[in-house]
């Protein structure tokens, strides 16, 4: 049976990963890294530093991604999108049959708004899974804001962009860290009594950061979001919003 390890990396900074996430990434038999197109040749790159600064001896070998189709609705396309990459990721396998276990680096913790693990399950025969935990991108977050994640005693509402767009401010939520949103979803929030804070390329020495009341901030963001995506041809970001006290 494969040994299949999802190592969580971080946010894209070698000093985010972990003693643990290192010592396996030296032990990996063979490590798998996605291509994802030219515009994005950089998170392929950050990977095999990362590998490097690792001292990682295992070969690595490279898979293109595979493109959602956009004329699907959101969750056939999600799903159809796995099933691709699940077939990719098997014959891999099958191609290398590697004398010991294979890893995957996973941006942040496999565990947070991540594919890996449902792709995982749809390999057949199944892989022996071994998940090894990283910094997520709200860690990085709120230590480069240096805020808590949360009120004294209070709850947080993680969601994504999407869900903000569509549904609103979650009912009842104080704080709400919001994932995945390519389209700047609190654009469509009453700016009224909430406060941002907001970071893109996390941990990375292209960091850029911005918070405030929502009203002033937010065309200060989608202005530093998109020169940031223009120059890098990408951008990861997170945002954490929060009712402030009448």
């Not at 104080?174 to 995945?180: F, Q």
């Not at 405030?212 to 970001?237: S, V």
Request: proline residues 8%; contains cysteine.
């Amino acid at each position: 049976m494969t040994e299949l390890w999802l190592i969580g990396i971080g946010t894209g900074n070698p000093e985010h990963v972990t003693l643990q996430a290192r010592r396996a990434l030296r032990e990996a038999a063979l490590v798998l890294v996605p291509r994802k197109g030219p515009d994005k040749s950089d998170l392929a790159d950050l990977r095999h530093a990362i590998l490097a600064a690792c001292a990682s001896p295992a070969p690595v070998r490279e898979f293109d991604m595979p493109v959602r189709d956009e004329s699907l609705p959101y969750a056939a396309r999600v799903a159809r999108w796995h099933d691709e990459i699940a077939v990719i990721w098997a014959e891999a396998l099958r191609d290398a049959t590697p004398d010991g276990p294979v890893a995957l680096l996973v941006w942040g913790d496999p565990g947070l708004y991540d594919s890996t693990l449902r792709i995982a399950a749809r390999l057949s025969p199944r892989p022996k899974l071994r998940v090894i935990p990283g910094i997520t991108a709200l860690q990085a977050l709120t230590s480069a804001h240096a805020i808590p994640f949360h009120t004294v005693g209070g709850a947080v509402t993680v969601t994504t962009g999407r869900r903000l767009r569509d549904h609103g401010w979650p009912e009842g939520a104080e704080t709400v860290a919001v994932m995945l949103d390519g389209a700047c979803s609190f654009r469509h929030l009453p700016p009224e009594g909430l406060h941002i804070w907001w970071g893109g390329f996390l941990g990375m020495a292209e960091q850029v950061l911005d918070a405030g009341p929502l009203a002033e901030a937010g065309p200060r963001i989608l202005h530093a979001r998109a020169e940031a995506r223009a120059r890098h041809g990408w951008i990861m970001d997170t945002y954490l919003l929060r009712k402030t006290p009448d």
